[in-house]
């Protein structure tokens, strides 16, 4: 499907500052799935993945940004919204 339904929560890290574990869900076959900050270094614990239906992925990043700024600039995309 062009959307997979994948919904994203994004907390701090306990005792990690600049540290943020974004936990990843999705409804059905997310392809693909790729987590980008435009405007900032970032560094993710992983990126580049598929997800099944029903499957929960955490995610660990690693930025200067504050919690309100990555979450306003979070970029996640899959390839289904490529595939018409």
Do not use: C, H, W
Request: net charge negative.
């Amino acid at each position: 499907p062009a959307d997979p339904g994948l919904v994203n929560d994004i907390v701090p890290a306990i005792g990690k500052p600049g540290t943020y574990i974004i936990t990843l869900r999705t409804v059905s076959l997310a392809k693909n799935v790729y987590l980008s900050l435009p405007d900032a270094t970032a560094t993710f614990s992983d990126n580049g993945f598929d997800m099944l239906p029903g499957e929960t992925k955490d995610v660990i990043i690693t930025t200067s940004l504050s919690e309100e700024q990555l979450k306003a600039q979070l970029k996640i995309q899959t390839i289904n919204s490529l595939v018409k």
